[in-house]
């Protein structure tokens, strides 16, 4: 699968991802995985950033109001669409592009820092993905990104309950398989059942890899890892969304920090 067939999957989810995920529905992002993002995520006051996978925006309007000067891409037109009628009727300052995350349109050295909300686990190359997002980071510059957790969201996922209902164990299969070319559907988990008659379901493809090639991949783009995190809701807690209370047993997402490395100066060659 392509960059443009995938593209075509996210084109059909936009119009209903960004209403619903605006009324309040996405309430994992909302209530766990953006605020654990925004709590590792060093100061951007001023500095210039880049939004890999958009979405309707929301997350990249949260860095312009940290003070980023932002740019932000989705392949999906129609979210681009949404994010900037939501700029223009709130201007922070952020430019929406249509682009492929995998082929960046900017210049190498652009960007202070770049960002990705659960993007890149939704292209099919990550080693080009993340090497682009290097391309365009100043040296020094960091990349902070958030996938589903490879360990804990494999091919084979369910969650086994107490008679209480509550999470008490995962059940996990196939996490050495490949998923290219799969198609998952499903919905939002608050969206009631007889919602669900009203929605189409998402249909998303699939690009699952381990834990440690999703290491070789960042570390093989030239970036250091200096900050990894495990959103949880608590070991303690009662969540009433069953995704984010089943984060007491295992993360379901896993965000990443690294940093590109400067390039080496040249040591004198002594006589």
Request: hydrophobic share 45%; proline share 7%; charged share 25%.
């Amino acid at each position: 699968m392509d960059s443009r067939e995938v593209a075509k999957f996210w084109e059909a989810n936009a119009d209903a991802w960004t209403r619903l995920a605006r009324l309040g529905i996405d309430v994992f992002r909302d209530a766990l995985n953006s605020p654990a993002f925004f709590s590792m995520l060093p100061p951007v006051h001023g500095l210039e950033g880049l939004d890999v996978g958009c979405g309707e925006g929301a997350n990249t309007r949260h860095l312009a109001r940290l003070g980023a000067k932002m740019m932000a891409v989705d392949i999906a037109p129609t979210f681009v669409r949404n994010a900037q009628a939501a700029e223009a009727a709130d201007p922070l300052g952020v430019d929406y592009r249509i682009a492929d995350g995998m082929a960046l349109p900017f210049a190498g050295g652009s960007f202070d820092f770049v960002t990705a909300f659960m993007s890149l686990m939704d292209m099919p190359d990550p080693v080009r993905a993340l090497h682009e997002a290097s391309r365009v980071l100043r040296p020094g510059g960091f990349l902070q990104f958030s996938i589903l957790h490879p360990c804990f969201t494999p091919p084979h996922r369910k969650v086994v309950r107490d008679a209480g209902g509550r999470a008490r164990a995962i059940e996990i299969g196939g996490y050495f398989e490949s998923t290219e070319g799969r198609v998952d559907t499903w919905w939002f988990s608050t969206l009631k059942p007889d919602e669900r008659k009203q929605v189409e379901p998402f249909r998303t493809p699939i690009f699952h890899r381990t834990l440690s090639e999703w290491f070789d991949i960042v570390i093989g783009a030239g970036l250091l890892i200096d900050k990894i995190g495990e959103p949880t809701a608590g070991v303690g807690s009662v969540h009433e969304d069953a995704v984010v209370d089943d984060t007491r047993v295992a993360p379901l997402s896993l965000h990443i920090r690294a940093t590109k490395r400067a390039p080496r100066a040249r040591g004198k060659v002594l006589a």
